[in-house]
């Protein structure tokens, strides 16, 4: 099936014989058994529960992996994932990670003997390598810098060392670019974003191509308690329905805005992979079937900046991206406060960027939002 349709159906297990179209949502927390030792398939919803699974299913056969498991949030998606390394295990990491992450690998994974090396090149994540090494962690295009890292080629690196590949698609979905086809071994979403797509609830994904591995986070999921719950389950298949036709509306108009950006003499620069302008363009056109919705921004000067985000009417200044709803976001402040000043600075997050998540309105009505938002008075 391709890939708008299974969007739109999914994995197809029916649970009833109802005819619902829509799959039920099992609001049920355990399961009755039919006997001593049987099981109808579900005991417990920390375990498993039939709109969860549906979910799954459905995220395994868009990133064409042979499981996936969803989690609450994206974060605990990652959380959970990061109890497969064991105190002394080392792992590269993209230089510009989501605030969040990286707040849980230096704050928290390091505390229990997890090693880091930031690195963004493939070259220096290659000269990064140690006996300890584990896994590479990448994120492409990474938040809120924009950089895109060429999948195939850590793999490669990856395959050759014995590393496991880990890749942050949150930013492009399935619909844009497929890791696993790439040689990745676990794919992380956060669902809040682009899967969910109407910035209305959280959840977060892993997907992986090994049964053994994926037995293994089954584990970990179950044990941790990390899991989504069913009614979120529902949400999330709710806005997958619609996911191919959202993305390719919104990378349209993200292209437009972009190009509209170029052309105002307040913006110093534009990072958006779509542009030919961009450093990784070439690596896009090859590893992606599109440039996704996300912009981020330099302005000229960090007063005018601040008076965007506070002048903006239609566009919201709030934190998150992917959903319908158009979000400009002040990462230095926001999503990335976190990260130390001096590496935040290095990496271009200052006080003139902004982020913006393109939305579902039309692209004239943001425009002249930005329009007046940037009018100097
Ligand atoms: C938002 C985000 C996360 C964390 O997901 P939550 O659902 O907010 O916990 C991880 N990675 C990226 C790239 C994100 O944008």
């Known amino acids: 099936m391709d890939f708008e349709s299974l969007c739109v159906h999914g994995s197809g297990k029916k649970y009833d014989h109802t005819g619902a179209i829509s799959v039920p949502i099992f609001q049920s927390a355990t399961f009755a058994h039919p006997g001593v030792g049987e099981s109808t398939g579900y005991d ?23 499981d996936a498991l969803a989690f609450s949030t994206g974060m605990a998606a990652v959380t959970t994932l990061m109890e497969l390394f064991a105190p002394g295990d080392h792992l590269i990491v993209s230089d510009d990670l989501y605030g969040g992450t990286h707040r849980l690998f230096f704050q928290l994974s390091v505390k229990k003997g997890i090693k880091f090396t930031l690195a963004g090149d493939p070259s220096l994540m290659e000269a990064a390598i140690t006996p300890a090494t584990k896994a590479i962690f990448l994120e492409t295009p990474t938040n809120p810098m924009m950089q895109v890292t060429d999948i195939a080629k850590v793999a490669r690196l990856a395959a050759a060392r014995g590393l496991r590949l880990i890749v942050d698609n949150t930013f492009l979905t399935p619909y844009f670019q497929r890791p696993l086809s790439l040689g990745a071994d676990v794919v992380l979403h956060s669902g809040t974003k682009y899967l969910g797509g109407h910035n209305d609830t959280l959840a977060g994904f892993l997907v992986v191509k090994e049964p053994e591995l994926a037995a293994r986070l089954r584990f970990l999921a179950n044990t941790m308690g990390t899991c989504l719950a069913p009614f979120d389950s529902w949400l999330i298949l709710r806005g997958l329905k619609t996911l191919a036709a959202r993305l ?35 690596i896009s056109c090859r590893q992606t079937s599109g440039f996704g919705a996300m912009i981020s921004f330099e302005i000229r000067d960090e007063a005018l900046a601040r008076q965007v985000l506070g002048r903006v009417k239609l566009i919201q200044f709030a934190e998150s991206l992917g959903g319908v709803e158009s979000l400009i976001t002040y990462p230095t402040l926001q999503t990335h406060a976190d990260i130390p ?37």
Do not use: C, F, M
């Open 44 to 66: 417990y919803s920390r375990t498993q529960n039939p709109t969860r699974e549906y979910l799954e299913h459905t995220l395994a056969a868009l990133e064409g992996g042979t």
């Open 248 to 282: 390719t509306w919104q990378q349209k108009t993200a292209a437009t805005i972009a190009a509209w950006l170029l052309t105002r003499p307040e913006v110093a620069a534009v990072r958006y992979p779509g542009l030919k302008s961009h450093p990784d363009y070439a």
């Open 341 to 377: 000043a001096a590496e935040r600075e290095a990496k271009g997050i200052n006080g003139r960027l902004l982020r913006l998540s393109v939305g579902l309105e039309a692209a004239a009505d943001l425009i002249a939002d930005l329009t007046q938002a940037l009018a100097r008075r």
